[in-house]
């Protein structure tokens, strides 16, 4: 057998987001969902550093696109944790402004794409309903196929980033169960809640290192070196 072919809003797009197809697909907007566990820490990070490198690709903030984030068990009302904004910071990221919330049905009902920390949290969101599994990975899953799939199989942005978004995610579930992860722990981005700021750090890192594949598919334009 062969492998099959690979083929909080940015901006103010939330107004345009609340007409939506089924399944929470709207017609003109891409909602990427990021998940964690209390919404204070990774999902935060994961979120805002997002926002900032579709903005370095792009120039503009993406039209079209929300990004937003949430947890498991959020810290609904809280805001990030300091060493959180001092990683975004560091990456020249706006962490301004941050208020956490918990995971509700209505955020996975209406994500195009679900990114989570951990497998633990894509099951829960998948748990959840709303036919969610096709569209739901952890980042470093999302990752690892978004490096498979042949940038050429995917629209030119001419045709707009949410039809390229689409077909992005399209084509990595697609390939979900031809690429399986080396190890367990290969999928996962670990908790640094309470951690001393070098562990920060290197879960930035390594949310930076996930993401730059992922932004660079979704605008077909690579990082700024």
């Known amino acids: 057998m062969t492998a099959p072919e690979a083929g909080r809003g940015i901006g103010n797009g939330e107004r345009a987001a609340e007409q939506t197809t089924t ?10 969902l990021h998940v964690s566990t209390g919404n204070v820490c990774r999902s935060p990070i994961t979120e805002r550093l997002t926002r900032h490198f579709v903005t370095e690709r792009l120039g503009v903030l993406g039209g079209g696109l929300i990004v937003e984030s949430a947890g498991t068990w959020g810290h609904e009302g809280a805001p990030m944790e300091a060493n959180a904004e001092t990683v975004l910071a560091e990456f020249g990221a706006d962490a301004s402004d941050f208020v956490g919330r918990e995971l509700l049905d209505e955020h996975v009902i209406m994500a195009d794409l679900v990114l989570t920390a951990t497998r633990d949290h894509r099951a829960q969101v998948i748990s959840m309903g709303h036919s ?10 999302f990752t690892r196929l978004v490096r498979a799939i042949d940038p050429a ?24 169960g031809w690429l399986l992860a080396p190890t367990a722990e290969a999928d996962e ?17 390594e949310i930076h290192e996930a993401l730059d594949p992922v932004v660079t598919a979704l605008t077909g334009v690579p990082a700024r070196m």
């Open 189 to 205: 981005v670990f908790d640094p809640y309470g951690a001393p700021l070098p562990f920060f750090r290197s879960i930035g890192d």
């Open 23 to 32: 399944f929470g697909l709207p017609h003109d907007t891409f909602r990427i």
């Open 132 to 141: 969610a599994g096709l569209r739901t990975f952890t980042l470093k899953e």
């Open 153 to 176: 199989t995917l629209p030119p942005l001419e045709d707009g980033v949410v039809a390229r978004a689409r077909a992005l995610v399209r084509a990595a579930a697609a390939l979900r």
